[in-house]
């Protein structure tokens, strides 16, 4: 899987502008805020039709303008596929794949799949659980359509009972009501209690080669689910916890509130870790992600590294830059020396200067 070319109108910096992007290894260099994340940032919400940064999408329409357009062609297993995102200030974005319009937002995943590694990543592991359960979503709605409506379905039903909750403390008539959104949260939130374990079995699996192998073998890196309640006891926990929620005003036990346990010759890293420890996982696992991905799709995902390279050491360097696992691979960063001492192969180059893309030879 490759992505051909990107072409922006008024979207971030960019009045008007085509990238055509080698197989391989394609850099974009130049300082910092001058739009080289942008281009990235246009290529993940061709996947996901989303931010990375979780940015709304009137702020991703170029100041003074009313709506922007990012056009992506991406090759899928022989196939071509034109990808238009049209944002909108006060409208939602219209998504269409070979200008065929999708009825929802969600219909786009999987017809581009990537694995974004940013330097917040290098973060994931010492971060709170919310940044894991994040990751863990995000990878999943890319390979499982069923997952990511029963997700977005598990979060209409948790805020609905959240909701209740809060009414429930003026109108304390309606606990009648309360069983019936613990029926269809318990139901759908063991569809992906299970789900997520089987994934993280899967992942734990791959994580640890990598690990076992960027550590110079000598540390071996597990990964376990920690749900906030076992698919088969969910029912349970919600109704043991109806008067704590109720006192909260929010639901306390679910697939909202799991994390993943990554642990080192069985100390939990998340606590105790050294900074080398957690970013050397923190790699292992966005590599890792890359394998998942070939195995689930049978085709290997677009690699975005956004200015990751000025947070590893040399030997970290190296290994993610020399085992990319034959992905394309775009990569934005502030100069070329790492490139250059390390003798990294480099497809296409290109120079981000305000706003504009210069290619270099």
Known sequence: MIIKSIALKNFRNYEDLTIAFDESTNILYGNNAQGKT???EAAYMSGTSKSHKGCKDKDMIRFG??????????????REYQIDLHLKKNRPKGIAVNKIPMKKASDLFGVLNMVFFSPEDLSIIKNGPAERRRFLDIELCQLDKLYLADLTNYNKILNQRNKLLKDMVYQPELSDTLSVWDIQLAETGKKIIRRRK???EELSEIVHDIHYRISGKKEELELTYE???????????????KMRDLKLCQTSVGPHRDDMLFSIHGVDIRKFGSQGQQRTSALSLKLSE?????RSIHDTPVLLLDDVLSELDSSRQNYLLNNHYNTQTIITCTGLDEFVKNRIEMNRVYEVAGGKVFERS
């Open 198 to 200: 089987q994934f993280i």
């Open 290 to 294: 890359i394998e998942l991905v070939k």
């Open 38 to 40: 942008n281009i990235l």
């Open 65 to 78: 303008e009313e709506e922007a357009h990012i056009r992506t062609i991406v090759i899928r297993q022989g």
């Open 227 to 241: 749900p906030s309640a076992d698919a088969e006891n969910f029912e349970d926990e919600l109704r043991k916890g």
